[in-house]
């Protein structure tokens, strides 16, 4: 928790010194906006009073659905906008935990990252998500945030990682199979004009989601046994 604040607390610092922010408006976010603590139900969290809520943990639909049962007993306002910043799991599995008349105030909004840098979010209209929802997520995303929001379907992967999965994982095959290194392979994507290596890419988004994502579809060999799941029996694997 600590580290996480010690992160927030620099790019908000990072943010006065590039003159994206001016100080008067780090120093109200830090000292009155900026509230922190591992128990959601406590009173000094605010968490009863919100309008509008942002689920960020890792790809566990599990830990996700725990989350929202939570937030639906906390959250005193049945209109409050309960989102989910998943990348790859569907928001209607995660919201189904909820009263029905909730899940209409409820959608994906899928930030990319690091997220205080990128542009794009996804906003994931669910099969439940009315279209004040996805609307008003528009208009917040657009004013308040400056970023670009794009309104996509509920399905594996949503777009950007759907169409990044085929393009990462031909790019492991290829370092199995020695056709590059890893720096030769960034550095052929970078010189073809694409921003960034599809290596680097992983470690700035960070390795361990991607392993989570593959954890839950199967494609994971068993540790112990090295035995291939049988929905990917047939077929090139990844560890």
């Known amino acids: 928790l600590e580290r996480g604040k010690a992160s927030i607390t620099k790019i908000i610092t990072q943010d006065v010194t590039k003159g994206r922010m001016t100080k008067a408006q780090a120093f109200k976010i830090l000292q009155h906006n900026f509230t922190s603590g591992c128990d959601m139900s406590s009173p000094a969290l605010g968490f009863a009073n919100c309008a509008l809520v942002i689920e960020a943990v890792f790809e566990s639909l599990d830990v996700k659905r725990s989350i929202f049962t ?139 989601v991607g392993y989570l994502i593959r954890k839950s579809k199967g494609l994971v060999k068993d540790p112990k046994t090295g035995a291939v799941p049988l929905s990917r029996r047939g077929r090139r694997d990844t560890d």
Do not use: W
């Open 70 to 208: 939570q937030l639906d007993t906390i959250i005193t306002n049945p209109h409050a906008l309960l989102l989910s910043n998943t990348s790859t799991l569907s928001i209607d599995s995660i919201i189904s935990v909820l009263p029905p008349p909730r899940r209409e105030y409820c959608a994906g909004m899928h930030f990319f990252s690091p997220a205080h840098v990128m542009k794009l979010v996804e906003i994931v209209k669910s099969s439940h998500s009315s279209v004040e929802t996805i609307t008003t997520l528009q208009t917040i995303v657009k004013r308040k945030l400056g970023k670009v929001g794009v309104v996509v379907g509920n399905c594996e992967g949503f777009v950007g990682n759907r169409m990044i999965g085929p393009y990462s994982a031909e790019a492991v095959f290829v370092l199995q199979e020695g056709g590059a290194s890893v720096s030769g392979l960034d550095g052929a994507l970078s010189g073809f004009g694409m921003a960034i290596g599809p290596m680097a890419m992983g470690d700035l988004a960070g390795n361990d």
